[in-house]
């Protein structure tokens, strides 16, 4: 029999990014709230610290930050047809476990989506005519607009300290910034990170061939920066260990530098970590969840009682917490009806290498994970899709996030991919070599969705998820035309060698790509194609509200953290000024 | 950091070094640049910490170079340094600071304080593990294990006087240095007290300076030159106190991610794309 705990007005399931956003307006609120997190507390100091915290193969290879797939993974295989076999070894993307989540170890790439983004289905069909959208392509409208969501955007930004340059402050196109954005309130609230010497060589043959290069907006912060929530952050020392690593400066925007100390210092709150939620559980009349169940770091079997559960456990483990608990219809691909698990989506990259000779030093071991000059001009439809019968973009960039050594080894075709030619080619080409990114959007499409795995359990005997998915043909032909206007620009930067290759199928999981994934848990008006709300409050128990990247219909070309961190305000906003004074649906239909 | 810059850095060695003989050191002759440095800093760039002048002998030539030019141009105020750095040349400061950047001087007197008696427990944390609450990361991270530094941007602090370190700590305190780009000393000194800043030059002091590494900012490729070993007290990895994380989850699988495109070690052989995050 399950111990049973006194009950909370609010239980977090899991304690990553949305937890620590949500927990900290939900205490502020004057809740009671606890936070489940299934991995470790962890902090700046002392986990984050070096020499330890630069160790390659520590965090690099062996992915100490990361999900134990020893005990919780998910299988993959690439249509419905096929049996899907367990992910042992994480590689094409990955989650983190342990207090803050993957914000630990993110990069810090920190966008907003657009408002055509947001009003994906109507824009196409507004401006390509209602036969442009193919019949499989599952694309829809967020309920939401951009308009609505900047001031939560703003307030994200300015949470994070994001350092960037502005390009349209209140319908002014400012100079220097990205021309394409929407309207923003306000500047950034920290200049944009230093230019590194490859990036402003991207940005010199960008702007020769007409582009707008502007510089990637990062949450690794130019200069020391105090938060609305008293916290300080410092600067980025550019040591080209950010992504899947914690930064021992302080100075990438994490639940740790950001909020945690506010949050774990409120009495409201109370922190739990080894906790492993494995169920919400709702009453009899199905409409209201009645807490959560988790096993204890011994093992013990313990009941959270609460008034409303916020899911923040990573987009993929929102869908599968919801199959779990038996919240919403789940999807079927062969009739097309059911929603939980419906638009599966990803990110859609590929990447153009410039070669150049040795008087040219690019010195990529002097990077962080957000700098770098990147070009809008091909993102989302901001140019015209109509003769290239595909929908979405990409943006290109260069913004290298590192020059490690385990990791980077460029060489030129036909270099041979071991022995003592290789290792003179990585000698030759290390330290002059530039890597562009296409960083794409991901369609929806019908075939692509999550399950739960007839087969393969986790270590509390709970099914896997299952994920069922590949490139679309959309995608796979909007990775073809940008990769080749990426390989325009770098030879533009005036490389002896330029080599890249679109995105082909079939999806490669075992290949790092990016821990983008999206969908499963979709946000809309229209509860039979959406799991929840405009609001992410669940259309089937309403006081369980669902907030991640799984919120998203189908994936942008931007990194998506941006718009969650504006979303996961917006749900907080509503629940604390709409769904406190009187508990239920906050929307009818 | 330190691994890129060696590997960058291979072919050193080439600027010239004292010549011993017998065990004794040969004094070292000075060029015309460095010689208003010798009297307080001495020959060997040795320091005279009794009279509050430190050590900064096998400094980068870079760290030093900077630190002259910031005196001259005021981002590193110092009456007596001011007026001597605004006489010299570029040249001649890149020249004084090469020479003392190569001397090997004799690590400080142990007529100094018996290290262990004066160094504190919490002069080591803050220098090895730092202090969350005051957001203070750790020394190390950018001076290097045992403070040797990570030249050539980061100085050695091992082994230079508490007074000289509670100066320097004092002076990006309250503004009078602010020559770092990032505001990196300023607000970790800012977050430090009194105490803290006492208990750390006091670590610092115990430890011996490492050995010069000729490191110098314009290398050419040529034999390889070991880093000269430092003063890394092995304690400090015994009394870790993280959870050993070294296993992981990738159970030592060789690393799949393309993270830079191909030639990122994910490349694979049906898929040479793939970037991205
Ligand atoms: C390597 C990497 C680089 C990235 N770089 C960027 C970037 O540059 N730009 C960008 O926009 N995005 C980036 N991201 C994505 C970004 O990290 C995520 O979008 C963000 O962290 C999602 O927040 P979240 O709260 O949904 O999930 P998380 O931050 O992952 O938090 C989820 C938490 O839930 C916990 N949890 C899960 N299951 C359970 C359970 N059963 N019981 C209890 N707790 C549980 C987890 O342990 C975790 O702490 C990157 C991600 C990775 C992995």
Known sequence: MATRRAEADAVLLGVGMVGAMVGRELTRAGLKVVGLERGEPQFTVPDFQGPHMHDELRYSVRKALMQDTAKETFTFRHAANETALPIRRLASFLPGTGLGGSLVHWNGQTYRFQDSDFRLRTHTTERYGKNFIPADVTIQDWGVTAAELEPYFDRFEYLMGTSGKAGNIKGRKIAGGNPFEDPRSREYPTPPQKEPYGSAMFRKAASSLGYHPFPQPSCNLSQPYTNPEGQELKTCTFCGFCERYGCEHFAKSTAQTTLLPALLSDPNFELRTGCQVVKINVDNTQKTATGVTYIGANGEEIEQPAKLVIVGMFALNNVRMLLLSKIGQPYDPASGSGVVGRNYAYQTTSSVQVFYDESVNINPFMRSGANGTLIADFVSDNFDHGPLAFIGGAYIGEVMTHGRPIEFHPTPPGTPSWGSAWKKAVLQHYNHTTVLNIHGSSTAIRQNYLDLDPTYKDAWGQPLLRMTFDFPDNDIKMSAYLTDKALEIGKAMGGQQVVGSPRKGPYNITQYQTTHNTGGTVMGTDPSTSVVNRYLQSWDVPNVFVIGASNYPQNASYNPTGTLGALAYWAADAIVTKYLKSPGPLMHI | ?277
């Open chain 2, 1 to 277: 950091m330190r691994t890129a810059l060696v590997v960058i850095a291979i072919g050193i060695g080439t600027l010239p070094r004292p010549a011993h003989a017998q065990g004794q050191p040969a004094q070292p002759q000075a060029p015309a640049a460095a010689q208003q440095c010798v009297a307080c800093h001495g020959a060997r760039g040795e320091g005279n910490p009794a009279n509050g002048f430190p050590r900064i002998a096998g400094q980068s030539q870079y760290y030093i170079a900077k630190q002259l030019e910031s005196y001259a141009a005021g981002s590193r105020q110092n009456p007596i340094m001011a007026p001597i750095a605004k006489g010299l040349s570029p040249e001649e400061r890149d020249a004084a600071a090469a020479y003392y950047a190569a001397q090997d001087a004799a690590p400080p007197k142990s007529g100094a304080p018996a290290p262990q008696a004066q160094a504190s427990d919490r002069g080591r944390i803050l220098a090895t593990t730092g202090d969350n609450n005051r957001r203070v990361p750790a020394c190390i991270n950018c001076h290097g294990p045992g403070g040797i530094g990570e030249p050539p941007v980061y100085p050695y602090l091992a082994g230079l006087d508490a007074a000289y370190m509670t100066a320097a700590l004092n002076a990006w305190r309250n503004g009078t240095r602010r020559n770092d780009g990032g505001q990196q000393m300023a607000t970790i000194a800012n977050a430090l007290t009194p105490d803290d800043i006492a208990a750390v030059a006091q670590h610092y002091a115990s430890l011996t300076p490492p050995k010069p590494i000729p490191v110098t900012l314009a290398q050419k490729s040529g034999p390889a030159t070991k880093p000269a070993p430092g003063n890394v007290p092995s304690s400090s990895h015994a009394a870790d106190p993280r959870p050993d994380k070294s296993v992981g989850v990738g159970q030592g699988a060789a690393t799949t991610g393309g993270t830079q495109g191909p030639g990122g070690s994910g490349e694979s052989k049906t898929d040479r794309s793939g970037n991205a995050r």
